[in-house]
């Protein structure tokens, strides 16, 4: 399968806790762009990656929250000191130019 | 800011059409698309229409945009049980890199 993929796919933690979330896109697409959804709401996007550079950050990214895409390949997003309002699903999507394709999320559940 | 809005459930009977709306406010999008999502996956690029196009068909689905409006459409002929999901309107907001902004989706339930 060459669709994007996230591991993990579900994350319990306790608050205070960091965690880190990894996202491979579709090979070749050097777009990158991470979403968080929370329960009954469509899709927040939170930052954007062209290659290895991070180009936008929503005001939804908050100081506790960074993402990496070193190689311009996968991309890592780190959560510190978890609180309970962070409790989502994390979406990863790539495009290459156009449309953007979504991988699976990751669950994340902060008690 | 930037909105995009959907009536939050929906529900017809197997072969009906169903239509799912949505409004937007962004009058630079470029884009607008159709996702769908089951429970537990992820998002499914269903279709998109370029903003200078008023009606895209793709098989069973049919996009209508109303520039002007700033009203969008999906249709569903022939609406099949498999097609219970949700369904979000994303408009491409035109000024940033590309991010979607999504409506919070609509629930579309199919009854035998």
């Known amino acids: 399968d060459t669709g994007v993929s996230q591991d993990p796919r579900h994350k319990i933690t306790k608050r205070g806790q960091n965690v880190t979330f990894r996202c491979d896109p579709i090979?070749?697409?050097?777009?990158l762009y991470w979403y968080r959804q929370t329960l009954g709401q469509g899709p927040e996007f939170l930052t954007y990656?062209?290659?290895?550079?991070?180009?936008?950050k929503s005001r939804l990214l908050s100081d506790r929250f960074s993402a990496e895409r070193p190689k311009g390949s996968f991309s890592t997003l780190e959560i510190q000191r978890t609180e309970q309002g962070d409790s989502a699903m994390y979406l990863c999507?790539?495009?290459?130019?156009?449309?953007?394709?979504f991988g699976p999320g990751t669950r994340l559940t902060v008690l | 800011g930037e909105d995009v809005e959907q009536s939050l459930f929906l529900s017809v009977r197997e072969g009906d059409s169903s239509v799912i709306n949505c409004t937007y406010t962004?009058?630079?999008?470029?884009?607008l698309y159709w996702y769908k999502q089951e429970p537990g996956a992820g998002l499914q690029l269903l279709t998109y229409i370029f903003s200078n196009m008023d009606m895209k068909q793709d098989q069973r689905l049919t996009v209508l945009l109303n520039k002007k409006d700033k009203h969008l459409s999906l249709r569903i002929a022939d609406t099949q049980t498999g097609d219970s999901a949700i369904y979000f309107c994303?408009?491409?907001?035109?000024?940033?890199?590309?991010?979607?902004?999504f409506g919070k989706g609509t629930k579309l339930s199919v009854k035998p």
């Open positions: 999507a790539s495009s290459a130019d156009g449309e953007q394709f």
């Open positions: 994303a408009e491409k907001y035109g000024g940033s890199q590309g991010n979607l902004i």
């Open positions: 990656f062209q290659n290895e550079a991070q180009l936008e």
């Open positions: 962004d009058s630079s999008s470029t884009y």
């Open positions: 090979s070749e697409h050097n777009r």
